[in-house]
């Protein structure tokens, strides 16, 4: 299994809310954003805030703060989110779907450029724009339109069949929403997302709350 | 803005992954889990599983393990969901489609119990089983259905306006999908899911994987 650690893991994903405010700020026409004031945007410590921002190398001006523009082209560099970076999906279920209709993620560069299903109701419907594909064909499509990255919301039963041969027609790096381990050879990466797990955070949160 | 320190967050995280594979363990009849096969399915090393289930207080035997039904039962008590938790959910969405048709919601004892969305087109629709209501009910209807939660999946801009609003109503727990920092009173407590963030944990390993 190929673990890779990456520091800094909760300032990054915090990266698209920063976002998220400075474009808010840039479409109101401000030109600089000041430390105190994105650490009220994002619920935060501004000593946070800046170290967050001295990932990206953006510097600011004491007593001014960070030039709006600067600091969104900063970020974006960061995250590799200036290019575009071809996508696969499997599994049109509720949240495949959602997923597709993202708005947020044409912003971070992520392009769905082909999408399957095994269910042979959805196959050849489409689905947001994306004509949905049999699994059938998924080794000549992956070839051909070589994404970088798989999103894997098939459920976890059959997840596990499904990464291993996007391993095989040589994707080295999955999104997965399937809320099982999968196994990767090494060299290949999977960053797993549990829905459930935000609502488990807020669960002990609500216990603690009561127990006050 | 009432920030609550919750330790363990990414013990509190996996727990539902643990909940997966003891129920696909229970299911093929094993009486007992290893640290050793647990650390397998969940991708962790094993000092780290056993610290996980030391949060829940159930306790292995040497050599043997853990009684994966009392391992179950002990994960639900500790987060709570032994207990049915009645929720509203805001913003019939493609993602609030989809978090309303979650299964594992179901065995996280989170139970939605009305629905609302300010789209004309969409009230009086039923989605997933629910009647989509009108905002302009929310208030009798959360004071007759008294949800514990409300799960928030109306875009960035609407986001604080039915947040207030729901305070107003007496709700003291969020799950917020909106991917804004939201602002509550003292006592209120938001859970912020930002989808994207991940997608930047995936992207900034990328151009890791990629210097290499």
Excluded at 35 to 41: D, P
Aim: glycine residues 10%; hydrophobic residues 45%; aromatic residues 8%.
């Amino acid at each position: 299994m190929a673990r890779m650690k990456v520091l800094n893991g909760p300032s990054i994903r915090r990266m698209p809310i920063y976002l998220y405010w400075l474009s808010v700020m840039q479409a109101r026409g401000d030109e600089f954003a000041s430390t105190t004031q994105l650490a009220e945007y994002i619920d935060l410590e501004p000593i946070n805030v800046r170290k967050d921002i001295a990932l990206t190398g953006v510097t600011g001006t004491v007593g001014v703060g960070y030039r709006v523009g600067d600091l969104i082209v900063g970020i974006r560099r960061y995250l590799g989110w200036d290019a575009m970076r071809p996508a696969c999906l499997v599994g049109v279920g509720a949240l495949g779907r959602a997923l597709l209709g993202h708005r947020e993620f044409q912003e971070a560069g992520l392009k769905f450029t082909c999408v399957f299903d095994s269910d042979e109701q959805k196959i050849g419907t489409v689905v947001r724009g994306h004509e949905v594909l049999s699994m059938d064909v998924m080794a000549e499509t992956v070839a051909a339109m070589k994404p970088e990255v798989a999103v894997i919301c098939v459920p976890a039963e059959g997840a596990q069949k499904v990464v291993d041969d996007l391993v095989d027609y040589g994707i080295k790096s999955f999104w997965s929403f399937s809320n099982v381990s999968l196994r990767v050879p090494e060299g290949v990466f999977i960053q797993r997302e549990v829905i459930a797990g935000g609502y488990a955070m807020l669960s002990v949160k609500l216990a603690q709350m009561k127990r006050k």
